[in-house]
């Protein structure tokens, strides 16, 4: 099967300016999450749709990220205006389950350079 | 809230000795625990988990963990290392309250030196 794919990979956007990630997930996977690493950090949850609901969203740093799963397919997350510190790579992540021992599918994650 | 350390952002072993990895929790209730390896240029892959039961986990690539209630830990073992163990690993913890969010460790490099 297919595996979470991301895209595009590395994006490179000057402070102001919208940028948004795509992220398409295992086939038949209800759950998608979103998660983010800054600058070498811990991977923090940003949040997690079932099907085109958002389940979670506590994650999220701020107005100015917007996330989408219309059809409750694919998702986008929108970042508008970037800010410097919004550079990082962000993960997408997919399963089946809900439950709590269900192990996460990770895309290759984009990189973001805000400049 | 529970939250996770992993000591050392690098380790480095030579190749054929042991990788010891540690990573300690906080929790307020049993977790779910989760040790994640990124090699390069690619996603998060599951090493392992351990959920109830025993608490010594088996994974992928010959890689173990144990889970000590006792002294809040779930350190990543194998007993031999391999060039192709280069790569940065993640100790992840979810307490399944019905918020699905893994919380993560800030990572550790593993380098292998031939």
């Known amino acids: ?115 | 809230a529970q939250s996770v350390t992993q000591l050392g952002s690098h380790v480095s072993v030579s190749e054929g000795a042991l990788v010891l990895l540690r990573c300690n929790y906080s929790s307020s209730v049993p977790p779910y625990l989760f040790w994640y390896v990124q090699y390069p240029n690619q996603g998060l892959q599951l090493l392992l988990k351990y959920t109830t039961g025993a608490t010594l986990v088996k994974g992928i690539n010959g890689f173990e963990a144990e889970f000590k209630k006792s002294e809040t830990s779930f350190h990543l073992t194998k007993p031999s290392a391999h060039m192709s163990d280069a790569a940065e690993y993640f100790c992840a913890v979810n307490m399944d309250t019905g918020r699905r969010a893994l919380t993560f460790g800030s990572g550790t490099r593993l380098q292998v030196q031939p």
């Open chain 1, 1 to 115: 099967e297919a595996g979470v794919t991301q895209f595009p990979s590395h994006s490179v956007i000057e402070k102001g300016q919208t940028v948004t990630l795509r992220c398409d997930p295992i086939s038949g996977h209800d759950n998608l999450y979103w998660y983010r690493r800054v600058m070498g950090k811990e991977i923090k949850f940003l949040l997690h749709f079932v099907k085109e609901s958002k389940q979670d969203e506590s994650g999220m740093p701020n107005n100015r990220f917007l996330a989408e799963r219309t059809g409750g397919t694919y998702s986008t997350l929108k970042v508008q205006p970037a800010e410097l510190e919004d550079s990082g790579v962000y993960f997408c992540a997919s399963s089946q389950n809900m439950d709590g021992n269900s192990p996460l599918h990770f895309g290759n994650g984009t990189r973001l350079t805000v400049t």
